[in-house]
């Protein structure tokens, strides 16, 4: 399994007393931020167990509520419906495979880093709440549109995060219609691996049937990057 590499440093040394962007620390979140990530987890937790417990359209925002142990006022701080806060799990698992790619080097191809990035995920159980939410709202055609909307909506947060990409890249150019074009063709092949694996494996969450799941999204990104070159050619190539 690759290691992720460290950016290469900048050419350009930083005036004393500055730090680049490129190597500057993550700032240390404040305690009220700490406390709102952990009221949407808990949330987020919330509406998951109901979800299995009771099924897809029989639980209400004051079900969640009660669940998280907030308010239902609190409960709309965060979210819109019953479905946004459940669709926060595919938000989560796409936050931590962007995370992934932005620790990538900033001279490797995009694709690279994409597939480079589902493979740092390297647990299988990363994927199981994404997986689990799939598989459930496949019966209830508001859960799964909704479902689909935290897809498209992340195509923005991929956007975002081939500009800083080329912003770390000295003389390139960015070129919107690539930008838009690259981040719709990545949600596109998440999605196909997700529909390959629930036609392959429907409602099982075992680690065999994650392991698959991760290695379809890997291989999708790998399609992309290769053209969509037959996976026979592939094989062949690798040897």
């Not at 979800?51 to 925002?61: A, E, I, M, Y």
């Not at 947060?157 to 890249?169: S, V, W």
């Not at 379809?216 to 399609?223: F, H, N, S, V, Y």
């Amino acid at each position: 399994m690759p290691t992720t590499r460290t950016p290469p440093a900048s050419k350009t040394a930083p005036a004393p007393g500055q730090t680049s962007a490129a190597n500057a620390a993550p700032p240390v979140p404040s305690r009220r931020e700490l406390n709102k990530a952990a009221t949407r987890q808990a949330i987020t937790d919330a509406a998951l167990l109901l979800l299995r417990s009771k099924g897809p359209g029989n639980f209400t925002v004051e079900d969640i509520a009660d669940a998280a142990g907030i308010s239902r006022r609190t409960f709309f701080n965060y979210f819109s419906s019953t479905e946004a806060a459940l669709a926060s799990v595919t938000h989560g698992f796409l936050d931590n495979a962007l995370a992934q790619f932005r620790l990538r080097p900033a001279d490797e191809p995009i694709l690279e880093s994409a597939r480079a990035a589902l493979i740092q995920l390297a647990d299988p159980m990363t994927v199981a709440p994404m997986a689990e939410l799939y598989s459930l709202a496949q019966s209830n055609p508001q859960l799964n549109r909704s479902e689909l909307e935290a897809w498209d909506h992340c195509t923005a947060e991929i956007i975002d995060a081939a500009r800083e990409r080329f912003a770390r890249t000295a003389g390139t150019e960015l070129d919107e219609l690539y930008l838009r074009a690259l981040a719709g063709s990545i949600i596109s092949c998440g999605k196909a691996a997700m529909d390959v694996w629930f036609a392959r494996c429907g409602a099982d969450l075992s680690a065999a049937s994650l392991s698959t799941l991760r290695q379809l999204l890997i291989d999708a990104m790998g399609l992309l990057g290769s053209g969509f070159m037959p996976t026979a050619t592939l094989s062949t190539d690798r040897h």
